[in-house]
C-alpha cells in the first residue's frame, strides 16, 4: 500500500481488515485496540516509520485518548495520512480537549510533539510564535476555526520557504 497517495476505499477495507484482525482487537464500542497495539498494527500495514515516531503516536493515544484507538479515528487518521496539513487538521479538530473552543498552550504542545514526529519537516513555532500568527481577531485566544486557518497557511509552502533544499511543497506532502 502506497501511504503517500490518497487511499482507495479498497486499501481502507483493506486496512480495517488488518485492524480488526489483530489479537488484541476488541469489538465493543465500534471496535477498538490499545494503544499498546499501535506498534504493531504500524509493522502490520507496513507503514513505514521510525521508532520514534511509533513511540510518538503510541504516547498520544495512551495520554489523550484513554490508552485507546477506535477503528473510526484509526481510519480518520488513514485517509489524511499522505498529506501533512490534512493529517493536522485532522488532529487538530480533536485537540480542543477541555472543550472551551479555543486551543490552549497545553494543548499547542500536544498538538505540535505529533505533528513534528510525523513530518521533522514542519517549522518548529513556539506557542507565542503561533497565537501571534493564528489569532487573526486579536482576542488573544487561537479558535479551532483560526488554528485550522493556521495549518492551512503554514503548511501550504509559502512560509516554508527556507525548506526550499528539501524540495517543493508538494514534495513535502
Ligand atoms: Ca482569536
Same mark, same amino acid.
Given at each position: 500500500m502506497d501511504f503517500s497517495k490518497p487511499l482507495s476505499t479498497d486499501d481502507l477495507q483493506e486496512l480495517e481488515k488488518m485492524f480488526r484482525g489483530l489479537?488484541?482487537?476488541? &469489538? &465493543?464500542?465500534g471496535g477498538w485496540l490499545p494503544a499498546s497495539s499501535i506498534p504493531e498494527l504500524v509493522k502490520t500495514m507496513g507503514y513505514s516509520r521510525t521508532e520514534e515516531q511509533v513511540l510518538a503516536y503510541q504516547e498520544h493515544f495512551q495520554t489523550y485518548h484513554g490508552g485507546v484507538l477506535t477503528l473510526k479515528e484509526f481510519l480518520e487518521v488513514a485517509a489524511t495520512l499522505h498529506k501533512t496539513r490534512l493529517f493536522a487538521k485532522e488532529y487538530a479538530s480533536k485537540f480542543d480537549t477541555n472543550g472551551s473552543g479555543f486551543i490552549s498552550a497545553e494543548e499547542y504542545a500536544m498538538l505540535m510533539t505529533v505533528l513534528v514526529k510525523h513530518d521533522p519537516r514542519l517549522p518548529k513555532k513556539s506557542f507565542e510564535e503561533f497565537l501571534a500568527e493564528a489569532d487573526t481577531n486579536q482576542d488573544g485566544k487561537v479558535s479551532l476555526e483560526e488554528c485550522s486557518q493556521w495549518i492551512e497557511e503554514n503548511l501550504d509552502g509559502s512560509s516554508l520557504g527556507s525548506a526550499g533544499d528539501l524540495g517543493t511543497l508538494d514534495d513535502l506532502e
Open positions: 489479537a488484541t482487537f476488541n &469489538s &465493543s464500542d
